[in-house]
């Protein structure tokens, strides 16, 4: 099920939803992963600001981990949005 993406309080996660073909995949990040993967430098970033400023980036991360097996909800952290080396 797709709804729009939010910030969890209690979790402290930006909780969203990435279309993988003809279904929607659950995945979730951390403040602290979208701060220090985007706005280290920064000590007034927003999670919902920053997560959609970089949702495509975001989304291609949830797209790389449910190809490579993982099950949902995916949950990113900084390591998922490190650039491949391949």
């Known amino acids: 099920m797709k709804q729009d993406a939010y910030f969890h309080q ?3 996660a930006v909780r969203f939803w990435v279309q993988v073909e ?3 995949i659950g995945a979730s990040i951390a403040s ?3 701060h220090y993967s985007f706005c280290a ?4 970033d927003q999670p919902m600001e920053t997560y959609l400023a970089h949702a495509p980036e975001i989304n291609a991360a949830v797209r790389r981990r449910w190809a490579a097996g993982s099950s949902e909800p995916i949950m990113l952290r900084e390591h998922d949005l490190r650039p491949s080396s391949s």
Do not use: F
């Open 10 to 12: 209690p979790s402290e």
């Open 22 to 24: 003809q279904q929607w």
């Open 32 to 34: 602290s992963v979208l």
């Open 41 to 44: 430098n920064s000590s007034t």
